[in-house]
């Protein structure tokens, strides 16, 4: 089986003042969740589809997914976590509770925020997450990426052509990223921001997706101004 997580459980403090949480801002004519659920909604591959928000906005997502997508029983809402990886631990709990899973069941995780998401990136997710266990999608890095070790000074220009920059979706076996959570430490799980780097610090491959420049994550007023522009263009498909 394959399933989608959607992962919607910040609240964006970096978007700034703002009435709701930035993955229900509008892009367009509708909020920026729906265009990324529809990208999932449109794969007849997922078994089933979780967005996993923030457990007061509940309602909320509910009542704008009916809405836009309508009464759909392969969309399903579940309260996030209070990290990227609580939303995603909370979210395989919902579907183990449903299912029985298998070593050969993936799932595809993504932000919320990146609604410029492809079929393609979807698919080759899937295909190398089934094969190779595990995958993330990426992009080669087109700036100079410097390292300071303190912030006030630079303190390594790492190779350009070696470095890439992480983007989503990221997909894997769903037992085999329960494993190497569970072999992590306290102080590991603490500093997680990224869900491949499970696997990673297991000495677990992870198979290279590539995505496309303009798969953004809206964060900040700007990127928000930047995807209403390639709304516009109508490019990003």
Request: proline share 4%; charged share 25%.
């Amino acid at each position: 089986m394959i399933f989608g997580a959607i992962l919607a459980g910040g609240k964006g403090t970096r978007m700034g003042y703002t009435e709701m949480p930035k993955q229900f801002l509008f892009l367009g004519d509708k909020p920026i969740i729906i265009h990324t659920a529809e990208k999932f909604w449109l794969n007849s591959k997922f078994t089933k589809i979780y967005v996993g928000v923030p457990a007061d906005w509940i309602p909320h997502t509910r009542e704008i997914f009916e809405k836009y997508l309508g009464k759909n029983p392969k969309i399903e809402i579940v309260e996030g976590g209070a990290t990227r990886n609580g939303t995603i631990l909370n979210i395989i709990n919902v579907i183990k509770n449903a299912y029985e899973i298998t070593d050969d069941d993936i799932i595809v995780t993504h932000d919320a925020v990146r609604p410029f998401l492809t079929h393609r990136i979807i698919n080759e997710n899937i295909e190398s997450a089934l094969t190779y266990g595990a995958c993330d999608t990426i992009i080669p890095a087109t700036d100079t990426i410097v390292f300071s070790q303190d912030g006030n000074f630079l303190s390594e220009i790492p190779d350009r052509s070696k470095i890439y920059l992480g983007q989503t979706p990221q997909s894997f076996k769903i037992n085999l990223f329960l494993r190497c959570y569970d072999k992590l430490d306290e102080k590991q799980k603490s500093i997680l921001t990224d869900a491949c780097k499970v696997l990673v610090l297991n000495g677990e491959k992870v198979k290279n997706v590539y995505g496309e420049d303009y798969n953004i994550k809206i964060t900040t007023p700007f990127d928000l101004k930047i995807a209403n522009a390639l709304l516009e263009i109508g490019e990003c498909k």
